[in-house]
Antibody, heavy 117, light 108 residues
Framework: QVQLMESGGGLVKPGGSLSLSCAASGFTFSDQYMTWIRQAPGKGLEWVAYISSGGSIVYYADSVKGRFTISRDNLKNSLYLQMNSLRVEDTAVYFC??????????WGQGTLVTVSS | SYVLTQSPSVSVAPGETARIACGGSNIGSKSVHWYQQKPGQAPVLVVYNDRDRPSGIPEQFSGSNSGDTATLTISRVEAGDEADYFCQVWDSSSDHWVFGGGTKLTVL
């Protein structure tokens, strides 16, 4: 069965950096677009970024463009999100999901990122 | 940028039908996806491409999309259907995915 497991969340100061990972299993990772979505505490869902199956196509939300970088390693079946220049408003649970050029049909359980001084 | 509008809450009695609307300019020309999220859990896809159901999603869940409104319909509502529901579309003018603000379904 499809499994997605995020890791790397934690507490970071404003202006700091953090790197998230998402380990995928149960499907052919290299065939699938992948996406990061976040959810601030008590708020709705916000799309962050997606990456094509081969990694050549990436799109970012305006709120993170220039600060976040999505990438993938198809040999390791892993998706990444490098987050720099973090702001208080980046505090959220970050989900990875399968899909991006179409619906997101499987989601991980999420990892919490807290940006606070 | 494209905006999706959802009512914050909908309440329905058990066994009744819940209709959750998602408004957007000419949304009928886009493919709408719907996600269910229960407290403390990850979202689950319940309807995609306006009206298709992923495997494992019961027939209670259906969708429609026309004009400026897409609708998720949940028939014979049960207590277990209580959750937040989010609509989603791809905005090709900005190359962004857009989510609605979410609707909290309460089963009375």
């Amino acid at each position: 069965q499809v499994q997605l497991m995020e890791s790397g969340g934690g507490l970071v100061k404003p202006g700091g950096s953090l790197s998230l990972s998402c380990a995928a299993s149960g499907f052919t990772f290299s065939d699938q677009y992948m996406t990061w979505i976040r959810q601030a505490p008590g708020k709705g869902l916000e799309w962050v970024a997606y990456i094509s199956s081969g990694g050549s196509i990436v799109y970012y939300a305006d709120s993170v463009k220039g600060r976040f970088t999505i990438s993938r390693d198809n040999l390791k079946n892993s998706l990444y999100l490098q987050m720099n220049s973090l702001r208080v408003e980046d505090t959220a649970v970050y989900f990875c999901a399968r899909g991006g050029n179409r619906m997101m049909d499987h989601w991980g359980q999420g990892t919490l990122v807290t940006v606070s001084s | 940028s494209y905006v999706l509008t959802q009512s914050p809450s909908v309440s329905v009695a058990p066994g009744e039908t819940a209709r959750i609307a998602c408004g957007g300019s000419n949304i009928g020309s886009k493919s709408v996806h719907w996600y269910q999220q229960k407290p403390g859990q990850a979202p689950v896809l319940v309807v995609y491409n306006d009206r298709d159901r992923p495997s494992g999603i019961p027939e209670q869940f259906s969708g429609s999309n026309s004009g400026d409104t897409a609708t998720l319909t949940i028939s014979r509502v049960e207590a277990g259907d209580e959750a937040d529901y989010f609509c989603q579309v791809w905005d090709s003018s900005s190359d962004h995915w857009v989510f609605g603000g979410g609707t909290k379904l309460t089963v009375l």
